[in-house]
């Protein structure tokens, strides 16, 4: 069972940067994929972004293209949501989720039913 504890959340004015963090235990984390969804209130949760097992992969969802970058680090088992340019539609609580099957180690999952393992989201808050 993996392990993903966020942070990183705050409340920042629009056009501001943000760099959440998941930080992943319980197996390798060459083994983990892990991706960054975000549930606004009122709304269901949504894919935001991912990367791949072995880092080669990036998927992002087109409202984020250009402003977030996913990134991983082996060294601290973590993976990483730089976010810039922030607009209050980005406002949400964010979730950290790993892999559910064994995928091939380049390739990114997108859709919900593909991530296991959740994290308890961190909030991001953006005022106008």
């Known amino acids: 069972q993996v392990r993903l504890v966020e942070s990183g959340g705050a409340s920042v004015a629009a056009g501001a940067s943000l760099r959440l963090s998941c930080v992943t235990s319980g197996r390798p984390f060459s083994d983990i994929a892990v991706g960054w969804f975000r549930q606004a209130p009122g709304k269901e949760r949504e894919f935001v972004s991912s990367v791949s097992r072995n880092g080669n992969a990036k998927e992002y969802a087109d409202s984020v293209k250009g402003r977030f970058t996913i990134s991983r680090d082996s060294a601290q088992n973590t993976v990483f949501l730089h976010m810039n340019s922030l607009k209050s539609d980005d406002t949400a609580v964010y979730f950290c989720?790993?892999?559910?099957?064994?995928?091939?180690?380049?390739?990114?999952?997108?859709?919900?039913?593909?991530?296991?393992?959740w994290g308890q989201g961190t909030q991001v808050t953006v005022s106008s």
């Open positions: 989720a790993s892999n559910r099957f064994n995928n091939h180690p380049s390739y990114a999952p997108t859709a919900d039913y593909q991530f296991g393992s």
